[in-house]
């Protein structure tokens, strides 16, 4: 495993990240405490060192787990949680993104894992209720107390974390270092806005889904069930056309389409860590070793193109070449360090 720098801070985190999602067995169909024990030293012992869970992963059994398995060397691991979830039903002070719930959440989740602080401190999804001002000095105030470290935000409107990573530097608050969102060979969308603003702000990218939720392994191929039977975007003809891409270009490659899907992400000029997670140690076993496979620019370009999407507006009418030619009189690809 190697390590990199989390976004513009100087936190150092393994290049993939292990999420927790599957730590118990309260949604039906997670790892009971043994599997996930197996499946966390298999990431620990090939060098991983950055664990994501949340307040709500398996009631709080996800983090109780985590909690425990970490304890004997709590230093070494870079923890992150995240708090907006609702901990409670039909209780409006348990949820959401307001500074009252942060706080509940977060020592809550201080509690259930046994710790002092949390290295990074997420903010899991976007409420539109609550005024950004008051999250950003909520986290900041959780910084200045050495309860949380660093900061990020997951699922949630480019311009919104553009507004609040500018609203921080302005006022001297803790900015996002990080940024966690859905993206896949299945999900470009977030080519759209949300990768190009992580680009500007120098945000590390955490994908979930890489494998689609197992569609590009191939499985839905070979006619297994998985527990998404609807059409959607993971079971769909196009979702199926991108799936046999991927295996082809695994057999190809003598690798498995898991580990071409997760490499995928990490070769798209920005800096991807992965969250992978796994119910089984030999499905994390293999999805471990995309880190040490290499998609050659043929094979690239194929997934690309199979994968691609249209940007819409304003992208697609900005990069036509009579606009640009308008814009820039032919003289675009003469400015130095131009790029599209």
Not at 184 to 196: G, M, N
Request: hydrophobic share 35%; proline share 3%; charged share 25%.
């Amino acid at each position: 495993m190697r390590y990199t720098l989390f976004g513009p801070s100087g936190l150092r985190v393994s290049e993939l990240c292990l999420g927790t999602m599957t730590f118990g067995t309260e949604w039906g169909w997670g790892a009971d405490y043994d599997t996930s024990k197996a499946i966390f030293d298999v990431y620990a012992d090939a060098g991983g060192n950055f664990i994501d869970t949340a307040n709500r992963y398996t009631e709080g059994t996800s983090e109780r787990f985590v909690g425990e398995f970490i304890a004997s060397d709590r230093d070494h691991f870079v923890l992150a949680t995240k708090y907006t979830l609702h901990d409670k039903r039909d209780d409006i002070s348990y949820s959401g993104n307001s500074r009252k719930n942060m706080i509940r959440s977060l020592e809550h989740s201080l509690k259930r894992m046994n710790t002092d602080y949390i290295d990074l401190f997420w903010v899991h999804m976007w409420d539109f209720t609550t005024p950004p001002e008051e999250i950003l000095r909520g986290l900041d105030d959780l910084v200045s107390s050495g309860k949380i470290l660093y900061i990020g935000i997951s699922d949630t409107p480019a311009w919104r974390v553009s507004q609040m990573n500018t609203m921080a530097e302005l006022r001297g608050w803790t900015s996002f270092a990080g940024l966690q969102i859905e993206y896949s060979l299945l999900q470009r969308t977030p080519e759209r806005d949300l990768i190009p603003m992580a680009k500007a702000f120098d945000l590390a990218i955490t994908p979930w889904g890489a494998i689609g939720g197992g569609a590009l392994t191939g499985k839905y191929l070979k006619g297994e069930e998985g527990r998404v039977k609807e059409e959607s975007a993971r079971r769909s003809d196009r979702a199926n056309t991108i799936a046999q891409a991927v295996v082809d270009v695994a057999e190809e490659l003598g690798v498995t389409p898991a580990q071409v899907a997760i490499k995928w992400t990490m070769r798209q000029g920005v800096q991807s860590i992965p969250i992978v997670g796994a119910r089984k140690t030999n499905q994390l076993e293999d999805s471990l070793k995309a880190t040490e496979i290499e998609i050659p620019e043929e094979q690239l370009r194929k997934l690309n193109e199979v994968s691609a999407i249209e940007l819409g507006f304003p992208h697609d009418f900005l990069s036509n070449e009579n606009v640009m030619d308008v814009v820039h009189g032919g003289v675009y690809e003469k400015i130095k360090g131009w790029r599209k």
